[in-house]
């Protein structure tokens, strides 16, 4: 029996397109160091919350490390916390680093009744 692995990551479609014929090459690229972008989350993460949230979070990866503040969150649902698992998979490939701070009461019942621990226990803080 083969066990597949299923490798979630934020996607954000690139603004621009290279000519035709032209290939990006690694010699190009330059990794610019900026500082840690906080990213607070509301107090209700629900799924009219989540496009704002998702976009936020993917132009904080783009730009370097990540800081998610979750001391406010009163309310979490399922598809968030699997997007939040998402993006530190995102942050990790573009090798910065995800941390969720001070994550509430709540958003830990959260994660604990869903079996999520071992997915966040390595991105939270505090």
Known sequence: MCKARANLALLKPFPWKLPSGEELQGQHLIM????????????????????????????????????????????????????????????RRNQFDFAIEQPSATMMTAIDRLGLGAQFSPMMRG
């Open 32 to 91: 610019v160091s900026k500082g840690r972008k906080p990213i607070a989350l509301p107090a209700i993460i629900d799924l009219d919350s989540l496009d704002g949230i998702r976009d936020g979070l993917i132009d904080a990866i783009e730009e370097g490390p990540v800081t998610v503040d979750a001391s406010a969150v009163e309310r979490v649902s399922t598809n968030a916390l699997i997007m939040l698992i998402s993006a530190a998979e995102t942050a």
